[in-house]
């Protein structure tokens, strides 16, 4: 069956979140209530032309395992507006453009209505705002920008009925600021590792799952090009070090993960 089939298809139990993650920041998430949103969804191989330019090797080390055309979510959200993370090639073919709400930063909203997505479904976000479709709620969370070429970076906080909460950090260099997330009591954390061009290593990402404390912590944004990759055990070590009462969870390409609130 395809994915996004089976996605559409899955029984999420009262209390709990579906997650499947499909490489890079991107993620699907399922409520119990049967709404679908997706964050940082990249599913080209877009960024290989940047490689071409800026001599680093962008291309995709990850299989796409949704086609553009066969997305279907009820909320697809960017956390800025990195080619990986608000990707116009993915964007400009998506099968869900009449029926999704779009949500980003200002610079992720003027790719939204260039290609296509009418301003009635766009809903500029902010560290800060909050969005709600059906029953899942997105609230803005602080990022600091990790280069000049897009300075509007921020985080989501997703609440899924009165099941978890997940804190996913998007792009961000490290700051104290990154703790103000604690104040919503996330669940779990998805945290980029990378280290390079700015974000968070892993062990800036172990100390602030220290400070934030969820449960689980999930490692991201570590997998897709190889000049941008990390070991993500270097993150559960740090996790043992700093953080020893937060759970390391590494998930799998296209597989699920559902998470029961305690």
Known sequence: MPLMNEIRRATVPSGAVAIWWLGQSGYIFKSSGGTVAGVDLYLTDSCASI????????RRQVPVFIQPEEL????????????????????????????????GPHPSCEVF????????????????????QGDVTLRGTWALPTDASDLNHM???????????????????????????????????????????????????????????????????????????IDPRQFAAALRAVAPGVEYRELKHGEAFVYYRS
């Not at 490689?51 to 962008?58: G, H, R």
């Not at 290609?115 to 560290?127: C, D, E, F, N, V």
């Not at 609440?159 to 792009?171: A, L, M, R, S």
């Open 51 to 58: 490689a071409e330019a800026e001599t680093i090797d962008l």
């Open 72 to 103: 279907d979510v009820d909320v697809f959200a960017c956390t800025h507006n990195h080619q990986d993370h608000t990707d116009p090639e993915t964007i400009r073919a998506l099968g869900c453009k009449r029926t999704a709400l779009f949500v």
């Open 113 to 132: 209505l260039q290609l296509g997505i009418s301003a009635q479904r766009i809903h500029p976000s902010w560290p800060g705002c909050e969005v709600r």
């Open 155 to 229: 985080g989501f906080v997703l609440e899924f009925g009165e099941g978890p909460k997940v804190y996913i950090t998007g792009d961000t260099d490290d700051s104290p600021l990154l703790a103000s997330a604690a104040k919503f009591a996330p669940d779990v954390m998805i945290a980029v590792i990378n280290g390079g061009f700015n974000n968070l290593s892993a062990w800036e990402a172990a100390e602030l799952a220290a400070k934030i404390r969820p449960k689980v912590a999930i490692p991201s944004h570590y997998d897709m090009f190889a000049d941008n990759a």
